[in-house]
């Protein structure tokens, strides 16, 4: 079983910059990929960044430019630096991990319990 602990999450206005972070613990042989979701009220959830444990990032496209994913030197620790932040960016954010328990075990997903950020105008 794996727990994602995320941090970071608050209140800003606009144009200004939060970090949120998020720790993986608990069984893990492997984590191909590391990333963050979104979703605001009366929306589905969405993609905002994901790293792979090649370097390989994606980003959707209403934060390209302005955010940034990294992951620790650990691996087990991905940040998500956003800029420019807007009222449209307010949503919970949900880290989320692709992981594999062990070398015979099937890829799962694990999500943490959202962190709320809010950007005022």
């Known amino acids: 079983q794996v727990h994602l602990a995320e941090s970071g999450g608050g209140s800003v206005q606009a144009g200004g910059s939060l970090t949120l972070s998020c720790t993986a613990s608990?069984?893990?042989?492997?984590?191909?990929?590391m990333g963050w979701y979104r979703q605001a009220p009366g929306k589905q959830r969405e993609l905002v960044a994901q790293i792979n444990a090649g370097g390989g990032i994606n980003y959707g496209d209403s934060v390209k430019g302005r955010f940034t994913i990294t992951r620790g030197d650990a691996k087990n620790t991905v940040y998500l630096q956003m800029n420019s932040l807007e009222p449209g960016d307010t949503a919970v954010y949900y880290c989320?991990?692709?992981?594999?328990?062990?070398?015979?075990?099937?890829?799962?997903?694990?999500w943490g319990q959202g962190t709320l950020v809010t950007v005022s105008s």
């Open positions: 608990g069984t893990i042989f492997s984590m191909p990929a």
């Open positions: 989320n991990v692709y992981y594999y328990s062990d070398y015979k075990s099937t890829g799962m997903d694990a």
